[in-house]
């Protein structure tokens, strides 16, 4: 058995030298660099850069080139009888090149690039977006880390007062001062704080395997430094929802797409004007061969042309797609609408939440304050025999609560604090550009 507990201590210290140290900046790094949601993002942000090549091509010249060869053996198939000579063959090459510019094309051009940026930019700010997510969720768990680390220290705080009542109850037993029953009763006590304790290890180890999944971590995590201080804001409901409106990203992404289907009923407009285009093309000619036309040549020819495209009838599709765009400026827009309704009532649930918080985080320090002073009374009554062992046991139990409560507020204000700040769109200003 000493062997084996030598051999556990060893495994756990060497677990504890091999634990990498990870403060939230580092974290956020990798977290950024592992996350898929942002690969996705930074893809679809590519993606949309080439709509402005694309929107470019429109008014750039097109050229084309055209190089030939055509055979003819004429009287080929004709019989002996033909008076048809048979020597007029001859064949023909050519060569035809084509600059075509388009001059006017009712706005449509314009209106393809400016879809174009609208959508590298709601590209941009659906990528910030998808960070600021990522901060609440990793500051989010760095919180629950170590609230969990908190809660173990206070089960481990109050299995050191069962472990010094059963040891005075031990004490008192053998001198016959109480009954066994105290003892049991201590006993169970001290191994349901010693459950608590151990359940309270696993979640907190559960939580750093969390993280590690998030940051692409594999080996035990250890934190170091402290949990980022959340930004001083505005207390009035109006100040927060003017700042939501500046800084929300999915906000301007909204916005941002709802510019670009306006540019898009520009676009459907464009196609009931006509277009203009100017080319110039040329063609060389060139025939030789044995007849009529052996060694001759047709030379060079030069063509300059101005062309004026009238839309006329094109089935109704101009129509379809000119309601669609229209269709399209209502969604977006009751989108819009529906978003700030949203962003309006995460506001106000966390102040109210926080608030509420707030008194319950000075009920719990006053509670604390009041379970001490309880326990201390009952301890001396159960010395001299006015309290039972389970007023005692209950009084501690009472105090492990109070500082659980405490614990676990102090660390939801601070949660909550950063959903607020998430919710107008000021979270990670620090890291995020």
Same mark, same amino acid.
């Given at each position: 058995?000493?062997?084996?507990?030598?051999?556990?201590?060893?495994?756990?210290? $060497?677990?504890?030298?091999?634990?990498?140290?990870?403060?939230?900046?580092?974290?956020?790094?990798?977290?950024?660099?592992?996350?898929?949601?942002?690969?996705?993002?930074?893809?679809?942000?590519?993606?949309?850069?080439? %709509?402005d090549i694309?929107?470019?091509?429109?008014?750039?010249?097109?050229?084309t080139?055209?190089? %030939?060869?055509?055979?003819?053996?004429?009287? &080929?198939?004709?019989?002996?009888?033909?008076?048809?000579?048979p020597?007029d063959?001859y064949?023909?090459?050519?060569?035809?090149?084509?600059?075509?510019? #388009?001059?006017?094309?009712?706005?449509?051009?314009?209106?393809?690039?400016?879809?174009? +940026?609208?959508?590298?930019?709601?590209?941009?700010?659906?990528?910030?977006?998808?960070?600021?997510s990522?901060?609440?969720?990793?500051?989010?768990? &760095?919180?629950?880390?170590?609230?969990?680390?908190?809660?173990?220290?206070?089960?481990?705080?109050?299995?050191?007062?069962?472990?010094?009542?059963?040891?005075?109850?031990?004490?008192?037993?053998?001198?016959? !001062?109480v !009954?066994?029953?105290?003892?049991?009763?201590?006993?169970m006590?001290?191994?349901?704080?010693?459950?608590d304790?151990?359940a *309270?290890?696993?979640?907190?180890?559960?939580?750093?395997?969390?993280? %590690?999944?998030?940051?692409?971590?594999?080996?035990?995590?250890?934190?170091? %430094?402290?949990? #980022?201080?959340?930004?001083? =804001?505005p207390?009035?409901?109006?100040?927060?929802?003017?700042?939501?409106?500046?800084?929300?990203?999915d906000?301007?992404?909204?916005?941002?797409?709802?510019?670009?289907?306006? !540019?898009?009923?520009?676009?459907?407009?464009?196609?009931?004007? #006509?277009?203009?285009?100017? $080319?110039?093309?040329?063609?060389?000619?060139?025939?030789?061969?044995?007849?009529?036309?052996a060694g001759?040549?047709?030379?060079?020819?030069?063509? &300059?042309?101005?062309n004026?495209?009238?839309?006329i009838?094109?089935?109704?599709?101009r129509?379809?797609?000119?309601?669609?765009?229209?269709?399209?400026?209502?969604?977006? *827009?009751?989108?819009?609408?529906?978003?700030?309704?949203?962003?309006?009532?995460?506001?106000?649930? *966390?102040?109210?939440?926080?608030?509420? =918080?707030?008194?319950?985080?000075?009920?719990?320090?006053?509670?604390?304050?009041?379970a001490e002073e309880?326990l201390?009374?009952?301890?001396?009554?159960?010395?001299? $025999?006015?309290? +039972?062992?389970?007023?005692?046991?209950?009084?501690?139990?009472?105090?492990?609560?109070?500082?659980?409560?405490?614990?676990?507020?102090?660390?939801?204000?601070?949660?909550?604090?950063?959903?607020?700040?998430?919710?107008?769109?000021?979270?990670?200003?620090?890291?995020?550009?």
């Amino acid at each position: 058995m000493k062997r084996l507990a030598i051999l556990f201590l060893a495994l756990t210290l $060497g677990s504890n030298v091999l634990a990498r140290e990870l403060d939230f900046v580092t974290a956020f790094s990798l977290a950024l660099e592992n996350n898929k949601e942002i690969l996705l993002q930074e893809v679809a942000q590519r993606k949309a850069e080439l %709509g402005d090549i694309k929107a470019r091509a429109i008014m750039m010249p097109s050229l084309t080139a055209n190089l %030939g060869y055509q055979q003819r053996e004429h009287g &080929f198939l004709q019989n002996s009888s033909s008076t048809t000579s048979p020597n007029d063959s001859y064949n023909t090459r050519y060569l035809n090149a084509s600059l075509s510019q #388009p001059i006017y094309t009712g706005g449509r051009a314009a209106a393809e690039r400016s879809k174009a +940026t609208h959508v590298q930019v709601a590209s941009a700010y659906q990528v910030t977006a998808a960070q600021k997510s990522i901060y609440l969720a990793l500051v989010s768990l &760095f919180a629950d880390i170590r609230q969990a680390e908190a809660i173990a220290a206070v089960n481990r705080a109050n299995i050191e007062r069962l472990e010094e009542h059963l040891s005075k109850s031990r004490i008192r037993f053998e001198v016959g !001062e109480v !009954e066994k029953t105290v003892l049991l009763q201590s006993e169970m006590a001290l191994s349901q704080g010693r459950a608590d304790y151990q359940a *309270s290890l696993n979640t907190l180890h559960l939580l750093e395997v969390r993280l %590690g999944n998030i940051v692409g971590i594999a080996s035990d995590i250890t934190l170091v %430094g402290e949990i #980022p201080q959340p930004a001083t =804001l505005p207390e009035t409901i109006d100040d927060l929802l003017r700042l939501a409106n500046e800084h929300r990203d999915d906000l301007k992404a909204e916005q941002a797409m709802l510019d670009f289907t306006n !540019e898009d009923l520009r676009v459907q407009v464009s196609k009931y004007l #006509p277009t203009v285009r100017a $080319g110039v093309d040329y063609r060389n000619n060139t025939i030789d061969g044995v007849g009529q036309r052996a060694g001759t040549s047709e030379g060079d020819d030069i063509t &300059f042309m101005l062309n004026l495209e009238l839309p006329i009838f094109e089935g109704g599709t101009r129509v379809a797609d000119y309601r669609e765009a229209k269709y399209n400026i209502i969604e977006r *827009s009751h989108r819009i609408l529906q978003l700030k309704e949203q962003i309006r009532f995460d506001v106000h649930q *966390s102040v109210y939440t926080l608030d509420t =918080l707030s008194h319950r985080l000075r009920e719990a320090q006053s509670r604390i304050t009041l379970a001490e002073e309880n326990l201390r009374m009952v301890r001396l009554q159960f010395e001299v $025999g006015e309290a +039972t062992n389970l007023d005692l046991l209950d009084a501690i139990v009472n105090l492990k609560n109070s500082e659980l409560d405490l614990v676990i507020n102090e660390f939801d204000q601070r949660k909550n604090q950063f959903i607020l700040m998430q919710a107008i769109g000021t979270i990670g200003a620090e890291l995020i550009p």
